[in-house]
């Protein structure tokens, strides 16, 4: 487990404490349910839940004799319970245990995920209302394209995050599914509707069908959905990153008083938040090729699936927890700087609002072709040379005959290509 990124909530769910405490609600469900079927006296079920118990270090200690982690468990809790033991795992395969337990243990760890990306949600809403008519250049190709507003970024990151809730929840409800059906699946020794009452006592579906196991596909899911959160994480930062280059520095993370950014300069201020989550991001990830790949198994199950799973279970839902919290502190604290936006927006001169001037030049009845040239000529001029695209555009004799200085200049006015703002926030926020 990687404790180091581990938030007490998160990491409980994971601990030996935990797990055998779900292994017991398996168990004890199972017996409920034999219990309403008359094959076990219920007397004896409620002699079980008074006395049911287990502890860690006995367990840690049965096992390195027993070999087998269930058998171990089991026998340390019929130390407690005593006679009526004979009853726990009635029919069942450990497999009946692990995987519906496994289910409850990712279904609690996706509550606490929605409730982090709500709270992400909730700063990017904040953050975009703040900021949205800052306005900034727009890049593609990492080159200036069209001026935009820093609202907008933040209104797509919160867009996309929206997604991933929607996404969270449903990995929350297809992973909510458990199986009671023994050794191979068949329900030999014990019958259906025992998994039913268990599965619905425990707050999960029952599988239809399953082998010895939970298809794994439902589990390769999950993991797919936490590559998703952790690569719109990722997206997120690596723009921060980049906007909080020497040469661009638009956006600057929360820098806190006493921090240093370099043992041998002074002067660095690193985007070390972004990075760290770019490099966690892959690491989450590689979780679902993991999970991906314990999806094919030898007929009715092997075991291959499940030393991935002791890995992948707490790590990538632990990593996930982080991420998301780290996340919220940078887009919480960012540090926004207007003054070189607009420094920015400037730097090539004018070049930015070329596609108005080609519009305008298509309105006066130029082919876009003729107009794209003329438009694109005095832009290579601007780019190669030291004058200004206005200027240039105002002294060129193509365009002097169909466009007037007045609507040369109405070309470079910022607000025109900002008009559609409260469009799409309507759009994203309603």
């Known amino acids: 487990m990687i404790t180091r990124y581990s938030r007490p909530e998160m990491s409980s769910i994971w601990s030996d404490e935990s797990k055998y405490k779900n292994w017991l609600r398996v168990e004890i469900a199972v017996c409920e349910a034999w219990a309403e079927n008359g094959r076990i006296p219920k007397e004896a079920v409620e002699e079980i839940k008074a006395r049911a118990g287990f502890d860690v270090d006995r367990i840690d200690e049965l096992e390195k004799e027993v070999k087998h982690d269930v058998i171990a468990f089991l026998t340390s809790v019929s130390e ?94 297809i992973i909510s599914v458990g199986k009671i059906s023994g050794a191979v699946g068949t329900f030999a020794n014990v019958p259906p509707h025992v998994e039913e009452f268990a599965c619905e006592r425990l707050g999960l579906k029952a599988a239809p069908i399953s082998t010895q196991i939970v298809q794994r596909d439902i589990h390769a899911d999950y993991f797919l959905t936490l590559s998703i959160v952790a690569s719109t994480i990722e997206k997120i930062a690596l723009e921060v990153r980049h906007f909080q280059r020497t040469e661009v520095l638009e956006l600057e993370e929360p820098f806190g008083k006493g921090q240093k950014g370099s043992s041998a300069m002074p002067h660095k201020r690193n985007p070390i938040i972004s990075e760290n989550l770019c490099g966690l991001s892959r690491l989450v990830r590689s979780y679902a090729i993991s999970a991906l790949e314990n999806i094919p198994l030898w007929h009715e199950r092997d075991i291959s699936h499940s030393s991935v799973e002791r890995v992948i279970g707490p790590d990538g839902t632990i990593l996930i927890d982080y991420m ?58 601007t780019w190669k040379g030291t004058d200004d695209f206005k200027d240039l555009l105002l002294k060129d004799e193509s365009i002097k005959n169909s466009l007037t200085p007045q609507e040369i200049e109405e070309c470079f006015d910022v607000k025109a290509d900002l008009k559609n703002i409260d469009t799409i926030f309507e759009r994203v926020f309603n």
């Open 324 to 381: 998301l919290d780290r996340v919220h502190y940078l887009l919480d604290g960012l540090q926004v700087y207007p003054q070189n936006m607009e420094k920015n927006i400037w730097l090539t001169r004018g070049l930015v609002f070329s596609q108005k001037v080609l519009l305008k030049l298509i309105d006066k009845g130029f082919s876009r072709e003729d107009a794209y040239k003329i438009v694109q000529d005095n832009a290579m001029e």
């Open 80 to 173: 407690h319970v005593g006679e009526n033991s004979r009853f726990i795992h009635l029919g069942l395969t450990s497999s009946d245990v692990l995987d519906t337990a496994l289910a409850l243990q990712l279904k609690d760890a996706a509550e606490l995920i929605i409730k982090d990306l709500v709270s992400v949600l909730d700063v990017l809403k904040r953050r975009a209302y703040e900021h949205k008519d800052t306005v900034m250049i727009g890049r593609t190709h990492g080159i200036h394209a069209e001026p935009k507003t820093l609202g907008l970024v933040f209104a797509l990151w919160y867009d996309e995050m929206k997604r991933n809730l929607e996404r969270m929840h449903r990995a929350k409800d």
